[in-house]
């Protein structure tokens, strides 16, 4: 079942918005979205607000009531995955950044964990479709929040499913400052010489005694698409471009 990206109601042919020429539109309902616009000038706050009077409709199809103040709890964390109040985050353009507060800072906190923190997740989908997450040591070098590389062994059984489906995510967690901050994306395998001699490190002989040219050695290459940042105890989902 699919749900209106802007009121999260479940979508049903009869419930539709339409678009200018008069088709059916399928990401909003009929409530929200007519004729190629939407109904109500309002932020993502003011539809929550909105959208909690119906409580009670939402408890019909529930085991277990629940009562606005948490149903409004879960929309606050629900709604920012919409497509109509997804933020995107644009990494070139930083003022643009200060002057929106739900961007404040974001970037700056992201890049601070990937370079600080001692260890990354990193997730692929093997042949059955589930996912299998690896403890790995930080990025060696990254650019902006928006590529990541990272070292690893050509013949892993990681490098072997990446190579078959290229969706990843990697995960950042900072335990103690409760924050966290999964990017999702994909995975390239690298091994021509230019990637691996650019993260090559002294000393790193001991996992790869043939050098830059040992064929058990290549790089990583995260790209990101997106990212569902936590801090404050208040979740944030971004399109990273």
């Given at each position: 079942?699919?749900?209106?990206?802007?009121?999260?109601?479940?979508?049903?042919?009869?419930?539709?918005?339409?678009?200018?020429?008069?088709?059916?539109?399928?990401?909003?309902?009929?409530?929200?979205?007519?004729?190629?616009?939407?109904?109500?000038?309002?932020?993502?706050?003011?539809?929550?607000?909105?959208?909690?009077?119906?409580?009670?409709?939402?408890?019909?199809?529930?085991?277990?009531?629940?009562?606005?103040?948490?149903?409004?709890?879960?929309?606050?964390?629900?709604?920012?995955?919409?497509?109509?109040?997804?933020?995107?985050?644009?990494?070139?353009?930083?003022?643009?950044?200060?002057?929106?507060?739900?961007?404040?800072?974001?970037?700056?906190?992201?890049?601070q964990m990937?370079?600080?923190?001692?260890?990354?997740?990193?997730?692929?989908?093997?042949?059955?479709?589930?996912?299998?997450?690896?403890?790995?040591?930080k990025p060696?070098?990254?650019?902006?929040?928006?590529?990541?590389?990272?070292?690893?062994?050509?013949?892993?059984?990681?490098?072997?499913?990446?190579?078959?489906?290229?969706?990843?995510?990697?995960?950042?967690?900072?335990?103690?400052?409760?924050?966290?901050?999964?990017?999702?994306?994909?995975?390239?395998?690298?091994?021509?010489?230019?990637?691996?001699?650019?993260?090559?490190?002294?000393?790193?002989?001991?996992?790869?005694?043939?050098?830059?040219?040992?064929?058990?050695?290549?790089?990583?290459?995260?790209?990101?698409?997106?990212?569902?940042?936590?801090?404050?105890?208040?979740?944030?989902?971004?399109?990273?471009?």
């Open positions: 079942m699919s749900f209106c990206q802007s009121c999260g109601m479940p979508l049903t042919e009869d419930v539709l918005g339409t678009n200018a020429d008069g088709s059916k539109n399928e990401d909003y309902c009929m409530y929200c979205y007519m004729d190629g616009k939407f109904l109500q000038d309002c932020t993502m706050d003011e539809m929550i607000e909105h959208c909690a009077q119906f409580v009670g409709a939402v408890n019909e199809g529930l085991p277990q009531p629940i009562t606005k103040e948490e149903y409004i709890g879960q929309m606050k964390q629900y709604f920012p995955q919409l497509k109509r109040w997804r933020k995107t985050l644009t990494i070139a353009d930083d003022e643009a950044m200060k002057e929106n507060p739900a961007l404040a800072d974001v970037k700056g906190l992201i890049a990937a370079d600080k923190l001692p260890i990354a997740y990193i997730s692929s989908v093997d042949q059955e479709g589930f996912p299998w997450t690896k403890a790995m040591l060696r070098k990254r650019e902006g929040i928006k590529t990541f590389y990272f070292t690893t062994n050509t013949f892993s059984i990681r490098v072997a499913q990446y190579k078959a489906n290229p969706k990843a995510s990697i995960y950042f967690c900072d335990a103690e400052g409760f924050k966290a901050v999964m990017l999702r994306g994909t995975m390239e395998v690298l091994t021509d010489t230019v990637s691996k001699e650019m993260i090559w490190r002294d000393g790193d002989e001991q996992y790869y005694p043939g050098g830059v040219t040992d064929p058990n050695y290549c790089v990583l290459k995260f790209t990101a698409t997106d990212c569902r940042f936590y801090s404050d105890f208040y979740p944030r989902s971004f399109v990273i471009e």
